[in-house]
């Protein structure tokens, strides 16, 4: 199974961005998928994810900014991304946890938040 990002680009602070993620190969039927991000010089944090019974979770740094929404049987999943600020610059990776078989990751995709 790989998961593919896309969607990452170059935004004025204010503006927004939509990432995409989708898995190919055989169908996870994840727990949960989501995105986590990685600033230079700071740890990997956990930006958002959703349940595969459609529950979601947001750090508190962008709640009421970034929306999450996935299919976890088509291990698909979507963040939107609203307000944007220069903190949330950042190499933003999507993944897919499935309880038997653990974590799968995506590539990562640059979201650069110009202020």
């Known amino acids: 199974v790989q998961l593919q990002a896309s969607g990452g680009g170059l935004v004025q602070a204010g503006g927004s961005l939509r990432l995409s993620c989708a898995a190919s190969?055989?169908?996870?039927?994840?727990?949960?998928m989501g995105w986590y991000r990685q600033a230079p010089g700071k740890q990997r944090e956990l930006v958002a994810f959703?349940?595969?019974?459609?529950?979601?979770n947001y750090a508190d740094s962008v709640k009421g900014r970034f929306t999450i929404e996935g299919d976890n049987a088509k291990n698909t999943v979507g963040l939107q991304m609203n307000s944007l600020k220069p903190e949330d610059t950042a190499v933003y990776y999507c993944?897919?946890?499935?309880?038997?078989?653990?974590?799968?990751w995506g590539q990562g995709t640059q979201v650069t938040v110009s202020s």
């Open positions: 993944y897919a946890y499935q309880l038997n078989t653990g974590f799968y």
């Open positions: 190969g055989r169908t996870l039927g994840a727990n949960h």
């Open positions: 959703i349940t595969s019974g459609g529950s979601t």
